[in-house]
């Protein structure tokens, strides 16, 4: 960057530059569908994906390694690996604790990867449109509060659900069952916190070579721990709840795991735990977004 500053956009090597830069791209964007490719069939393979799901984290995969870059290419396959170990965790512990939560297995189709990775996507995406410096440092940011909450939220759910206390609602703090939304435990908010700090530490490591600041893990944490807190919030609130009278129990399901036509208890009809995924993560990418501003002022400061 600090190479071409003196030279006017018109001068020869402006368009070497593009040329070389787009190349680059290019080089990246192929790389992304070959690796993506390579981790959604490993996953299909293990029974982790559907084939929707394989299609959906192909895209997920090669825009964010195209058009984002290497540190974001390889944060999403952190976020990926880490939440598809975690949830063959203890599996059958699992399907007998939360039962109606667990038990379709943990096979993700290409809504459930969007839910997750939709707001990411769409941020490397702005990232490949765009070529303004400090445009790129505020999308870095907002990119690592998406996916640090995505990671957190699937840490908290998959490990939360272990925990020997039973969880309470985040709003009431009225006592509920394991698996149901907007329910948190200690366990699960501390593996939420450890995953939005793992993946910031991990995204910054690997960006070390490129003078990253140090924000970077900090950054993570803040807005991934907030980011799956607003999940677990929208989850007590408007998120849509069945009941299903055979069982007698609460469900998130319009029809039960029993094949009963549930009724509906509370939330919005639309609010499934897509929507509410969706949500939670483009509020951790703001939150990091409005997180990052006195990093980046800093840093214009020390330019100048
Ligand atoms: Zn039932």
């Given at each position: 960057m600090s190479q071409t500053a003196g030279l006017s956009p018109l001068h020869g090597s402006g368009s070497e530059k593009t040329t070389a830069s787009t190349h680059k791209k290019s080089i990246r964007l192929l790389l992304g569908l070959f690796f993506s490719s390579g981790v959604a069939l490993l996953a299909y393979r293990r029974h982790s994906l559907s084939r929707s799901g394989v299609a959906g984290t192909i895209v997920a995969g090669t825009t964010t390694l195209g058009l984002g870059g290497w540190s974001w290419g390889l944060s999403l396959i952190f976020f990926f690996v880490t939440s598809t170990f975690f949830s063959h965790f203890r599996e059958r512990d699992k399907a007998l604790t939360a039962e109606d939560k667990f038990s379709k297995g943990s096979q993700r189709d290409w809504l459930q990867v969007m839910a997750n990775g939709g707001v990411a996507t769409a941020l490397a995406l702005a990232h490949g449109l765009t070529t303004s410096p400090a445009t790129h440092t505020s999308l870095q940011a907002g990119y690592a509060g998406a996916l640090a909450t995505a990671t957190a939220d699937t840490w908290a759910t998959e490990l939360g659900v272990l925990s020997p206390q039973p969880p309470r609602l985040i709003t009431t703090g009225k006592q509920t069952t394991p698996g149901t939304s907007g329910g948190v435990t200690l366990l699960g908010t501390s593996a939420a916190a450890t995953g939005a700090l793992s993946l910031g530490f991990f995204f910054w490591l690997i960006q070390r070579g490129h003078r990253v600041r140090i924000a970077l893990p900090s950054v993570a944490f803040i807005s991934g721990l907030c980011g799956s807190l607003f999940d677990s919030f929208l989850g007590a609130t408007i998120q849509a709840m069945y009941y299903c009278p055979k069982c007698q129990k609460e469900t998130?399901?319009?029809?039960?795991?029993?094949?009963t036509r549930t009724q509906a208890l509370r939330g919005l009809p639309w609010v499934n735990n897509e929507v509410v995924n969706l949500l939670a993560t483009l509020f951790g990418a703001v939150v990091a977004m409005i997180f990052n501003i006195p990093s980046q002022r800093r840093h214009k400061r020390h330019h100048v």
């Open positions: 998130e399901r319009r029809v039960h795991n029993c094949g």
